[in-house]
C-alpha cells in the first residue's frame, strides 16, 4: 500500500485575482494533510477516527479529500465507511440509535456514506465555510462483537483525510454608516467583512445604486445579499435583491467576531456595480468598571463584604447579590432604569477536561422581573471535548415564588437573548440556544451539552409572572455550570476513558455488561444479575479444571511443571474474577497486574509442558525452561495480547519436541514414543483437545459468548495437560526429587549427595563422613 503523506502547510499564491472597484482581491491556497489511520468497527466513541482541522479567516472555498485504502490483499467485500463532518467541535454521533442520558441535548451533524472494496475516494466542497476548526470523524459499520486476535490476518481499511482551501488575503473591510463601492459578477463575487462588537443588538447591511450599466436592465440589477458563513448546522441569511436596493437585518448577530458578507449577480455574463453600507446597533452596554482591579482580588480571596453597584444613564453592572424586600428601595429603584444585571464568573481549571465556572460573589444570583440577568461563559478549544452541564436551582428559601411564576433561562452560543418571555425562543441570528426553566413545583432543571462550541456561551435569566409578581419581584437561583469529561462519570455500568487525537484529548464513556448509549444509561441489551454471576463463576471454577493436572503431575514427579500449573489456575481465577464487567467483581490486587500474570502462566504452561514431553536431561531441561520463562516474561510485557506471543513459544517448543523425538526414534530405529497405546490413550486425545482449544481461543470467542467459549478454552487446556504429560521416569522417585533424596512416613529425611559418582554416607555415632 502506497500512501503519500503532504508534511506541514503548504502556501502557494495564485494569480488568480477578483477585481472590484476598491482593488483586487488575491487568493492563496493552503494545503494540510493527516496521516492515514486503521480504522475500526463502531462499538463506541472510542473506535472513531477523530482528525481536526482548521480554516483560517476569510476562506472562500474548502475542499476536503477522504481517501480509504484496504490494508491487505484478499477480499473483504464492500464495507461502507461513515465520514462525520462538524464545525467548532467534534461531532456527536449516534450511528447505532442507542439512548442519551436524560437533559442531554445534542445536534446532528453532516454524515456521509462512502463504499469501499479496495480503494475509493471522495470530496466534500463547502463555499465560504465557517472560520475554526472542523472536525472530521470516520468508521465502519457496528461491531459485530467478534473478539479479533492481535496479529491475525484480517480486514483492515485505513483513513486519510486531506483538506485544501482558498482565502482571500486581502478581503475589504465594511465599516460601519461608511458607503463602499463594489462589483460583482456571476463568477466573481464581492467579498467583504465586517466587525460586530460585543452588546451590539442588531445588524442590518444594505445595498444601494445598483447598477450594471446597460440601458435594458431597467433598474434591476438582480444581486444576491449573504451574511454569515456555512457552517453545515446552519447557512447564511440570503437576501435577494431585485430593485436597485435591498438590506438584509440580523436580530442578536454573534458578538465579538468577524462576520462575512457576499454579494453576487444572479445574472449571467452580467456586471454589477453597487454600494454597500452596514449599521449596527449596541444596545444594552455595562459601564466600564475602571482600571483598578482591588476589588476583583479581595473577591478572589473571599474578603469582598459589601456590594457594589455602578449606575449611569440606561445601564447597570451590579457585582453583588440584592436584598430581598417588599419594599422599593434604592437598588430597587436602580434596577429598574437597568437594561442587563450581569454578574463576573469565576474561570477555574480543575483537571484535564474539568471546569468550573463559579459566580465571585457566590454561588446565589439574583433574577428580577425588570430585566434579564446575564452570566458569562468562555469556553475554550481544550474544553470542547467534555460535556457542558448547567444545572439551574430555585432558592426558596428567601422569597417564595407564586404558582403563576417561573424563571425562565435561555443557554446559547455566541451571543446572549436579553429579551426572555415564553413566547420569545431562545435563539440568536445563526445559532439555536438551549431554554430550560423553574418555578415552585419543579426547583431543578437540568441541561447537558455533549461536545460544546469552542465559544463563549451566554446564560440569561429572568423572572417571568402570568399576571403580576406581587410582593416577589426579585428572586434567587443558583446557577451551577461546569464542564466534566464524561456525563455523570458514565454511571455504574461505565467507564470514562480520556482519548487523544494527537493533542487534542477529548472523551467518552465505554459501557459494560450489556448496557449502552452515550452515558452507558440504555439498558435494552443489559445483562442481568443472575447472567453476570454466571460468567463469573464459569470463568473462575472452570480453572479448577487445573487440580487433576496438579495432581498428576506430582504424582509423577514433575514439581516444577506443578507449581507452574498451580500458579496460573490462582492467577487465572483472580483475574478473570476482577475481569467481569458488572457488579460480580472482585479484585484481589491491580487489575493490569493480574492481567500479566494470568498472560504469562498461561504461556509458560504450554511451554513446560511440551518441553516435558521432550523427556531431555534435567539440567538442559530446567536451563530451558528459565530462558523461556524470561523470554515469555519479555515479550508479555511488551505486547501481551499479541498472537504471537503465544503461538510463538508453542511453537519453538514443539519443534524441539519433535526434534528429540526423530532423533531417538532414529538412534533406536523405532517409531517414539514406542508404545501405541501411549499414542492413542495420551498424546493423540491430548492434542485434539490443545487444537479445539486453540481454534476456540482464535476464531469462535465474540463478546456474547465469551464467559462459555474461554471457560471451555480452560477446561481444555488443563485437560491436554493431563494426557500430554509423559510417564513418571524410572529413576525419580514419588515427589520428583532426583536421586540421594529419602523419605519415609514417619516424616524424617535425610540428604545423601552424589559427587563424582560417590555417595557421602554419613554415620550416626560419630556423625563423620566417610567414602565408601
Not at 418571555?421 to 431562545?426: E, F
Not at 419581584?473 to 461505565?494: K, L
Request: charged share 15%.
Amino acid at each position: 500500500m502506497e500512501v503519500c503523506f503532504l508534511r506541514g502547510l503548504l502556501v502557494v499564491a495564485l494569480t488568480a485575482r477578483t477585481l472590484g472597484d476598491d482593488g483586487q482581491l488575491t487568493f492563496v491556497s493552503e494545503l494540510s494533510s493527516k496521516p492515514a489511520q486503521k480504522l475500526s468497527k463502531y462499538g463506541w466513541y472510542g473506535n472513531v477516527r477523530l482528525q481536526k482541522f482548521h480554516v483560517p479567516e476569510d476562506t472562500a472555498i474548502a475542499r476536503w479529500l477522504f481517501s480509504v485504502t484496504k490494508g491487505h490483499n484478499f477480499y473483504c467485500g464492500q464495507h461502507n465507511v461513515t465520514i462525520h463532518i462538524q464545525w467548532g467541535s467534534p461531532p456527536v454521533i449516534n450511528p447505532i440509535g442507542l439512548m442519551f442520558p436524560n437533559s442531554t441535548l445534542w445536534s446532528p451533524c453532516l454524515s456521509l456514506t462512502l463504499p469501499v472494496t479496495s480503494q475509493s475516494s471522495s470530496t466534500f466542497n463547502l463555499s465560504d465555510p465557517a472560520p475554526g476548526d472542523w472536525y472530521v470523524a470516520a468508521h465502519l459499520p457496528e461491531d459485530d462483537g467478534r473478539i479479533e486476535q492481535k496479529g491475525f490476518p484480517s480486514c483492515s481499511f485505513f483513513f486519510q483525510p486531506q483538506l485544501s482551501i482558498r482565502r482571500a488575503v486581502d478581503t475589504p473591510v465594511l465599516q460601519q454608516d461608511t458607503f463602499l463601492t463594489q462589483t460583482a459578477a456571476p463568477d466573481r463575487p464581492a467579498r467583504l467583512k465586517l466587525y460586530v462588537p460585543e452588546f451590539a443588538s442588531s445588524l442590518s447591511v444594505s445595498v444601494a445604486d445598483c447598477s450594471s450599466g446597460e440601458e435594458e436592465d431597467g433598474g434591476n440589477c438582480s444581486l444576491v445579499l449573504r451574511l454569515g458563513s456555512a457552517s453545515l448546522q446552519q447557512g447564511p441569511v440570503t437576501a435577494n435583491c431585485s430593485g436597485i436596493s435591498c438590506s438584509a437585518a440580523l436580530s442578536r448577530p454573534p458578538w465579538d467576531t468577524w462576520l462575512r458578507v457576499v454579494v453576487e449577480s444572479s445574472e449571467v455574463n452580467r456586471t454589477v456595480t453597487f454600494s454597500i453600507v452596514s449599521n449596527v446597533t449596541v444596545g444594552c452596554k455595562p459601564e466600564s468598571v475602571g482600571l483598578e482591579a482591588d476589588d476583583d482580588i479581595n473577591k478572589l480571596c473571599g474578603n469582598s463584604s459589601s456590594t457594589n453597584s455602578t449606575s449611569t444613564g440606561n445601564s447597570l453592572f451590579v457585582s453583588g447579590t440584592v436584598p430581598f424586600s417588599n419594599q422599593s428601595s434604592p437598588v430597587t429603584a436602580l434596577l429598574a432604569s437597568a437594561c442587563v444585571w450581569s454578574f463576573p464568573v469565576l474561570y477555574e481549571e480543575v483537571d484535564v477536561l474539568s471546569l468550573r465556572f463559579t459566580p465571585t460573589n457566590g454561588p446565589n444570583v439574583s433574577v428580577t422581573n425588570t430585566h434579564p440577568t446575564l452570566l458569562t461563559y468562555p469556553l475554550h478549544t481544550q474544553a470542547t471535548g467534555g460535556t457542558l452541564n448547567l444545572q439551574l436551582t430555585l432558592n426558596t428559601t428567601n422569597a417564595t415564588l407564586g404558582n403563576s411564576s417561573s424563571v425562565i433561562a435561555c443557554l446559547s452560543p455566541w451571543a446572549p437573548v436579553l429579551e426572555l418571555n415564553h413566547s420569545q425562543p431562545c435563539r440568536t441570528a445563526f445559532f439555536g440556544g438551549y431554554g430550560i426553566g423553574v418555578n415552585a413545583s419543579v426547583p431543578k432543571a437540568v441541561v447537558r451539552l455533549p461536545f460544546p462550541q469552542s465559544t463563549t456561551w451566554y446564560l440569561t435569566l429572568q423572572l417571568i409572572c402570568n399576571s403580576n409578581c406581587g410582593n416577589t419581584s426579585v428572586v434567587s437561583v443558583v446557577p451551577e455550570v461546569f464542564i466534566s469529561a464524561c456525563i455523570e462519570d458514565c454511571g455504574t455500568y461505565g467507564e470514562c476513558r480520556l482519548l487523544r487525537s494527537y493533542s487534542y484529548l477529548y472523551a467518552s464513556c465505554v459501557c459494560k455488561a450489556g448496557w449502552n448509549g452515550w452515558g452507558c444509561t440504555d439498558d435494552s441489551t443489559a445483562q442481568s444479575y443472575r447472567r453476570q454471576l454466571t460468567a463469573t463463576l464459569l470463568l473462575t471454577f472452570s480453572n479448577l479444571f487445573f487440580l487433576p493436572a496438579i495432581v498428576v503431575a506430582i504424582k509423577r514427579g514433575y514439581i516444577t511443571e506443578a507449581s507452574v500449573y498451580l500458579f496460573t489456575m490462582l492467577f487465572s481465577t483472580f483475574y478473570h474474577a476482577c475481569d467481569q464487567p458488572g457488579v460480580a467483581v472482585l479484585c484481589i490486587m491491580d487489575y493490569d497486574t493480574l492481567q500479566y500474570c494470568d498472560f504469562l502462566g498461561s504461556v509458560c504452561s504450554i511451554w513446560v509442558t511440551i518441553l516435558c514431553m521432550a523427556r531431555v536431561r534435567d539440567t538442559f531441561k530446567y536451563t530451558l525452561f528459565m530462558l523461556g520463562a524470561l523470554l515469555i516474561a519479555m515479550s508479555m510485557q511488551l505486547d501481551r495480547k499479541g498472537l504471537w506471543n503465544l503461538l510463538g513459544p508453542v511453537l519453538c517448543a514443539i519443534l524441539f519436541m519433535v526434534t528429540t523425538w526423530v532423533y531417538r526414534g532414529v538412534r533406536r530405529r523405532h517409531c517414539y514414543p514406542p508404545s501405541w497405546q501411549r499414542w492413542v490413550f495420551y498424546l493423540i486425545p491430548g492434542a485434539i483437545c490443545a487444537l479445539i482449544g486453540v481454534c476456540l481461543y482464535i476464531f469462535a470467542e465474540t463478546e456474547d459468548n465469551y464467559y462459555y467459549t474461554h471457560s471451555l478454552w480452560h477446561i481444555l487446556v488443563a485437560s491436554c495437560v493431563v494426557f500430554l504429560l509423559p510417564p513418571k521416569e524410572m529413576d525419580r522417585e514419588v515427589l520428583g526429587w532426583s536421586r540421594g533424596w529419602s523419605w519415609s512416613w514417619s516424616w524424617s529425611w535425610s540428604w545423601r549427595p552424589r559427587v563424582c559418582g560417590y555417595t557421602l554416607c554419613q554415620s550416626g555415632k560419630d556423625e563423620l563422613y566417610t567414602v565408601t
